[in-house]
């Protein structure tokens, strides 16, 4: 089964820390996203990349940065966590074949004390 | 700029009955893909139908069906005879189709709460 996988499920930092949220995909997509949902306000795109080491800022990317090294892995940093950031993160990957829709991960619920 | 709108921030339906989320969006782009997505309490996304903005029928995927009607720049859900597994968030999504620019805009979501 093709899979979108992120690393935690939940986690829990600091105002000021430097936070990793990761994310592999095994379906060999191009194209791999970043978007933070918050209730009321549905998803709102981060970044995303079309490939490897490229990537473009979306609606959001103020307190953000990203780095695709990899075709199937593509990370979303918080260069110094803020209260306002606490958020759930969902990451999604699809192909270039416009009709296929995208495909997400689990998510991670990131709260930020 | 894309934008999609859902109008409905709650919609309440009895078992077996069928139901309409709205969703209008607004493109100057002449290709375009319009996707649902569903959310349970779970928190996953599920893909569940698409309609190419050149497509001439409306696409229908099982109990799913899109109702498009490009002049008027609508692309409602009809689900027929829902479920209690029904109840989940529900988002209009347009992608812009071709070129380097792949991104997928939202809208804020219908809440579907399934009644027994």
């Known amino acids: 089964d093709v899979k979108v996988t992120q690393s935690s499920r939940y986690l829990v930092k600091r105002t000021g820390e430097k936070v990793f949220l990761e994310c592999v995909q095994d379906m060999d997509h191009e194209n791999m996203f970043w978007y933070r949902q918050d209730p009321g306000l549905g998803l709102r795109l981060i970044y995303f990349s079309y490939d490897v080491k490229m990537k473009e800022k979306g609606d959001i990317p103020e307190g953000y940065s990203v780095s695709r090294e990899k075709k199937e892995r593509f990370s979303l940093i918080l260069e110094s966590a803020s209260t306002n950031q606490t958020s759930m993160y969902l990451c999604a990957s699809s192909s270039d074949v416009p009709h296929y829709g995208y495909t997400f991960g689990s998510g991670t619920r990131l709260t930020v004390v | 700029a894309q934008k999609i709108t859902q109008t409905q921030p709650g919609m309440f339906v009895q078992e077996k009955e069928a139901v309409t989320l709205d969703c209008t969006y607004d493109?100057?782009?002449?290709?375009?893909?319009l996707f649902w997505y569903k959310q349970p309490s779970s928190g996953e996304m599920i893909f569940l139908i698409y309609q190419g903005s050149y497509d001439e029928q409306n696409a229908t995927e099982g109990r799913y069906s899109l109702n498009f009607q490009k002049a008027r720049k609508s692309a409602n859900l009809v689900i027929s005879a829902s479920q209690l597994g029904d109840s989940a968030m529900y988002f209009c999504?347009?992608?812009?189709?071709?070129?380097?620019?792949?991104?997928?805009?939202f809208g804020k979501g219908t809440l579907l709460t399934v009644n027994p």
């Open positions: 999504a347009m992608r812009k189709r071709g070129g380097s620019n792949y991104k997928l805009t």
């Open positions: 493109t100057s782009d002449q290709s375009y893909g």
